[in-house]
């Protein structure tokens, strides 16, 4: 058994810039369909959501890198942030495999200022 992790932290400001200048471009690249209208439905405090779910893309990316073939194997839209029935964050691999991972559990938070994820991969 091999025990990866990845951890992010990012400036939410930096998100919400990117959003204001971008608009729909940097959204539709990055966030998936799900993201999108979690975000939105926090309306005064989606920067917040869509820095914490940026930050969950980038510490999967780094927890499970070990095992891709090329980092181009995987991109944004393949690494979801969900929520589960209880409201804890999960991440969801999309349209692609991810070799011998047996479990993969994230731990996100968000204040004023920044968003931090962390993940942990068990392989």
């Known amino acids: 058994m091999q025990i990866t992790c990845g951890t992010d932290i990012i ?3 930096r998100i919400k810039t990117s959003i204001e200048d ?3 471009k940097f959204i ?3 966030y998936t369909q799900n993201e ?3 975000c939105e439905s926090k309306h005064s405090a989606k920067y917040q959501h869509y820095a914490a779910r940026f930050a969950a893309k ?3 990316f780094k927890a499970i890198s070990g ?3 090329n980092k181009y194997d995987i991109g ?3 690494v979801e942030l969900i929520n589960d029935e209880n409201g804890r964050p999960r991440i969801n691999f999309i349209d692609i495999k991810i070799e011998g991972l047996k479990q993969c559990d994230i731990s996100v938070s968000h204040c004023k200022k920044y968003a931090v994820a962390n993940v942990v ?3």
């Open 11 to 13: 400036e939410i400001e």
């Open 58 to 60: 980038e510490a999967a």
């Open 67 to 69: 095992a891709l073939g």
């Open 121 to 123: 991969a068990v392989f």
């Open 28 to 30: 539709q690249r990055v």
């Open 36 to 38: 999108i209208s979690y």
């Open 76 to 78: 944004w839209k393949n």
């Open 22 to 24: 971008l608009k729909e």
